[in-house]
């Protein structure tokens, strides 16, 4: 999040960390986020993702304010101090509801076992119960995921799932048909909105093969879905 410092360029790789921003609070309207005292992000919309970026390595302090108002400090929306390490990646995600926002960081993973996948949940949905998620009337794969959390991740077989987000007593909330994990490939899948508009968000956090940039593929969304606007 933290995230038009490393426009110069002038930190060493060693130095650098890799950090992903979700705007996941689905009544709050479109942000601007300041590092520093810095406009870095303008006017993110809801279920936006940045895709990674270098970020150096250190604490940061992060507000956050509706979009296209008057920057004053002290008065953010959402405020806190982040630290990012190097050589490590995040997502930070801004979530709950707009009068209780609050962010929600993870650390990412950036590997996995040769022609395997891997996958984590994160429950992002505020007024949404606990919930697991699993085969399609089959086991779950993660039970008890509750707001705000991401789990840990878990490695399986790569392949095509057929997977659903349930409540504890096995009732369906949303179906996931047709899930396709690809090997050598991380995945976070976040569920977002409110519990009677309950939708996922799909990330890559790592490929085996990389984009030809050497960054991660992100976002699993449409181009608009996963856009934002980059002040450099």
């Known amino acids: 999040l933290v995230l038009s410092l490393l426009a110069s360029g002038v930190m060493a790789a060693g130095d650098m960390a890799k950090v992903r921003v979700v705007h996941a609070s689905p009544d709050a309207p479109a942000v601007d986020v300041y590092v520093n005292g810095d406009l870095t992000l303008e006017d993110v919309p809801f279920k936006a993702d940045s895709g990674y970026l270098d970020v150096p390595a250190g604490t940061h302090n992060v507000e956050v304010f509706a979009a296209g108002s008057e920057y004053a400090e002290g008065s953010a929306v959402l405020q806190a101090d982040l630290t990012v390490e190097a050589g490590k990646a995040y997502t930070v995600a801004a979530a709950n509801t707009v009068d209780s926002l609050e962010f929600v960081v993870a650390e990412d993973s950036m590997s996995v076992t ?10 992002l949905s505020p007024d949404a119960p606990a919930v697991d998620v699993g085969l399609i009337g089959g086991d779950a794969v993660f039970s008890g995921a509750e707001f705000p959390g991401i789990t840990d991740y878990m ?27 690809k090997a050598d490939t991380v995945y976070s899948v976040f569920a977002v909105n409110t519990a009677d508009s309950l939708e996922v968000l799909a ?10 940039d050497g960054m991660p593929t992100t976002g699993l969304g449409t181009p608009e879905q996963n856009q934002m606007n980059w002040v450099l």
């Open 155 to 181: 490695e399986l077989d790569a392949g095509t799932y057929d997977l659903e987000i349930r409540l504890p007593d096995g009732t369906q909330v949303l179906p996931l048909e047709g899930t396709e994990l």
């Open 114 to 123: 040769e022609g395997k996948t891997k996958i984590r949940v994160g429950h």
């Open 203 to 212: 990330l890559v956090d790592y490929e085996g093969a990389a984009s030809p």
